[in-house]
């Protein structure tokens, strides 16, 4: 079974600032996807930024940003400028090419950007 | 595109009813449903998963018998909670996916439930 560790239960950042949400894994298989997504107050799912395990180059969407570490098994989120509405829940999550869409998720990490 | 929706977004029923809950994706056709609870400040924990017109597989610890879950038509499942006690009071989401290649899942807005 997968497992996702997000250690940073709360983090905040200055709005314009940068910051890094850390996430480890752990699993067997070697074809999966990684998910970040962002939950609102809204409460919302939001989808953040994807990569997919056998990609070596990072993915990016705009401020967005991840470093992902496939030894390391660890796949961490740059935001980048900060702005007030990155106020939320961000959520790590896991998904095998054999688990039928099924995700794993992360405990979170609420992000608070302040003015 | 990618839209699913969830009905109703709050509900306050009383100890002992049932309540329904449906989940719709609007502009695709999905495969696969996924029904999470997730109780406040925690993550989203997945109770069952269900496709169209078979049996949903649910999670270890859920009761099936208590959390009745539909996938009648391939934009369309109900989760129903029956005889509902104020623990099942929760934050119900349910997500739909369309394609088994990027397992991109796409999520409803949430239904807040409160038993009395």
């Known amino acids: 079974a997968q497992t996702v560790t997000q250690s940073q239960p709360e983090m905040s950042v200055q709005e314009a600032e940068t910051v890094t949400l850390s996430c480890t894994y752990d699993t067997s298989e070697n074809n999966y996807y990684l998910f970040w997504y962002k939950q609102p107050p809204s409460r919302q799912m939001i989808l953040v930024i994807r990569q997919e395990a056998y990609k070596q180059q990072n993915a990016t969407e705009n401020r967005f940003s991840v470093n992902f570490q496939k030894a390391a098994k660890s796949f961490s989120l740059k935001i980048s400028d900060s702005q007030l509405g990155d106020t939320a829940m961000y959520f790590c999550a896991f998904a095998s090419y054999n688990a039928g869409n099924m995700l794993t998720f992360g405990g979170g990490t609420r992000l608070m950007v302040k003015p | 595109g990618a839209v699913v929706s969830q009905h109703p977004s709050r509900v306050i029923c009383k100890s002992g009813t049932s309540v329904k809950i449906e989940c719709r994706s609007l502009d695709f056709q999905a495969t696969t449903m996924f029904w999470y609870r997730q109780f406040p400040k925690q993550s989203l924990m997945l109770m069952a998963t269900?496709?169209?017109?078979?049996?949903?597989?649910?999670e270890q610890g859920v009761e099936k018998d208590k959390f009745l879950i539909n996938h009648a038509s391939l934009t369309l499942s109900t989760l129903t909670v029956t005889s509902a006690h104020p623990e099942d009071s929760s934050f119900y989401i349910c997500s739909a996916t369309f394609t088994s290649v990027s397992n991109e899942q796409f999520f409803g807005p949430g239904t807040r439930l409160t038993v009395l």
């Open positions: 269900s496709n169209e017109g078979s049996k949903a597989t649910y």
